[in-house]
């Protein structure tokens, strides 16, 4: 009797644990696949993407996100327009431009929405300090890197080009990576380089360790050329210090930053993204000190309309009325 409740014992524990694992490989089933396009490694992008996804992946029941490497903002507006990815990071000029068929997007058909409003980029206009580039104007017939096809370093340099009343046979203009792009401005293989990230960006930083720089100004007569072609940066000064070095006050043009998603992304699945980020932005700070920038209580001003399982969260936080 004794050896046939010892069985019986020994069969309810292999059922229990049967239904454990069942239940576990269930779980993993229902879990959501999720892909958010980034940028450039190089870049702030990659890494604040890479944060997202942890933090979904840890506080988002049931989501499982992915990183994907892309040329930058330009490229992530197609991707995610087109619904080829689910979020991406995104200028807010690149986001409303796309929407509407302006720009660089007059023959797309992009239809998308965004999660909030995330950290501020910076137009980086980098040369070593010994070739003596000071303003946009001294770049003309310069060799200057413009990051990747598609990227918003290349979208914000065409803009530039408009403001100046200058056209690419100006400049002598090359595709490269970030990384790439100031090693070889350190080799004196290009003069410049456009690096559009947030501060501090780890090329120009990685750039600085051997290196001098020059932040190279945009005067402000330029600047307010700029902004007619795009409405959403701004002109910003930034204190001596921000990179090793850089000993002036430099002005800058600044762009805000989207967490845009495809069109018809379940509002319930948008509302646990955004409440797991905005809620944990202390997490996404240790990914790039860019992040420390976001504000949870104003992410809702975007520039193009809230999917909305991100309007509710922002609602019940109060922040939304």
């Keep these: 009797m004794r050896q046939i409740r010892i069985l019986k014992v020994c069969v309810y524990a292999l059922a229990a644990l049967a239904l454990v694992f069942?239940?576990?490989?269930?779980?993993?089933?229902?879990?959501?696949?999720?892909?958010?396009?980034?940028?450039?490694?190089?870049?702030?992008?990659?890494?604040?993407?890479?944060?997202?996804?942890?933090?979904?992946?840890?506080?988002?029941?049931?989501?499982?996100?992915?990183?994907?490497v892309t040329g930058g903002g330009v490229e992530n507006t197609?991707?995610?327009?087109?619904?080829?990815?689910?979020?991406?990071?995104?200028?807010?000029?690149?986001?409303?431009?796309?929407?509407?068929?302006?720009?660089?997007?007059?023959?797309?058909?992009?239809?998308?929405?965004?999660?909030?409003?995330?950290?501020p980029t910076v137009y980086h206009y980098v040369a070593l300090k010994?070739?003596?580039?000071?303003?946009?104007?001294?770049?003309?017939?310069?060799?200057?890197?413009?990051?990747?096809?598609?990227?918003?370093a290349e979208m914000g340099f065409n803009m530039m080009l408009r403001a100046m009343n200058w056209t690419r046979k100006d400049i002598r203009t090359v595709y490269l990576p970030y990384e790439?792009?100031?090693?070889?401005?350190?080799?004196?293989?290009?003069?410049?380089?456009?690096?559009?990230?947030?501060?501090?960006?780890?090329?120009?930083?990685?750039?600085?360790?051997?290196?001098?720089?020059?932040l190279i100004e945009i005067p402000e007569k330029i600047w307010l050329e700029y902004y007619k072609v795009s409405p959403f940066s701004t002109f910003e000064e930034f204190k001596p210090g921000i990179y090793r070095g850089v000993n002036v006050p430099v002005k800058m043009i600044v762009g805000r930053i989207q967490l845009a998603s495809r069109n018809g992304l379940d509002p319930e699945i948008a509302y646990k993204i955004t409440k797991a980020l905005y809620s944990n932005l202390n997490e996404l700070v240790a990914h790039h000190g860019?992040?420390?920038?976001?504000?949870?209580?104003?992410?809702?001003?975007?520039?193009?309309?809230?999917?909305?399982?991100?309007?509710?969260?922002?609602?019940?936080?109060?922040?939304?009325?």
Excluded: C, W
């Design 22 to 68: 069942s239940g576990d490989i269930a779980s993993a089933q229902k879990k959501v696949n999720l892909v958010i396009a980034s940028g450039p490694i190089g870049g702030a992008f990659y890494p604040i993407s890479g944060g997202i996804a942890s933090i979904v992946n840890k506080k988002a029941e049931g989501l499982n996100m992915n990183v994907q």
């Design 78 to 119: 197609r991707l995610v327009g087109r619904g080829q990815v689910d979020l991406a990071l995104v200028g807010a000029d690149q986001a409303y431009y796309g929407i509407h068929k302006q720009e660089m997007f007059k023959k797309d058909d992009l239809k998308l929405e965004t999660l909030g409003t995330l950290h």
């Design 130 to 152: 010994k070739s003596n580039l000071k303003t946009f104007a001294d770049l003309k017939g310069k060799k200057v890197a413009i990051g990747e096809p598609g990227g918003g």
């Design 180 to 214: 790439q792009a100031t090693e070889q401005l350190a080799d004196g293989l290009i003069d410049a380089a456009v690096i559009v990230a947030g501060i501090p960006a780890a090329a120009v930083t990685s750039l600085t360790a051997n290196h001098e720089i020059t």
């Design 290 to 321: 860019a992040a420390k920038f976001i504000s949870a209580e104003t992410a809702y001003k975007t520039s193009i309309p809230l999917n909305k399982g991100a309007e509710r969260f922002f609602k019940e936080a109060g922040y939304l009325k």
